[in-house]
């Protein structure tokens, strides 16, 4: 993970903390369960580190194709699949573009003790115990205006797959949440 600094105004997990993030404001705890999209048989409760806090900037069941330059992904596929000089975009589809902008979502933060990396290599953090927040979860307004203080371009199509088919195996970082969820789902 990078540890860079989250620009002014970003939702992102501090150092020493791991956030999860909900549609739900009132959580108290956290107790591990197998997820419904689970491909492993473990009870968890899930989070993510400052650097994936963006991969949950989305409404919950909102399928989103992310990719990012990578230290071995050349500069022509960054450029012909990303843009010129953009590091990072997330793409979502049209049907979804009203609830990116009128869903709020909250960021509950935890120690990051409590958890342990998961992965290979890590994307997410896991904990097999119940999990209290440290504090109140943060609200996390305009979806959109996070992305775009944090330098990702945000891309609404009509179909992900298109582009998903080509980053799949180009070489950039990439994670690909809720895709089932998308009208035009397809093996890639």
Known sequence: MSGAAPAAGVARAPAGEVWHFSEDPGI????????????????F???VDGDRCPDYWFPRQCPRAMAWRTPGSGPEVGDRLLGGGVQRVHGIEYPWLR????????????????????????????????????????????????????GIQLRVVTDLFSWWAEVVPSGLGFSGIRLRNSPNVREV
């Open 45 to 47: 409760v899930w989070a």
């Open 99 to 150: 609830a990116l902008t009128t869903t709020t979502v909250h960021a509950y933060p935890f120690a990051a003790e409590q958890f342990r990396p998961f992965g290979d290599p890590p994307h997410a953090y896991v904990s097999e115990q119940l999990v209290r927040p440290l504090r109140p979860p943060l609200p996390v307004t305009d979806l959109v205006e996070q992305h775009e203080r944090a």
């Open 28 to 43: 108290t705890e956290f107790v591990p369960h197998v997820a419904a999209t689970a491909r492993q048989p473990e009870a």
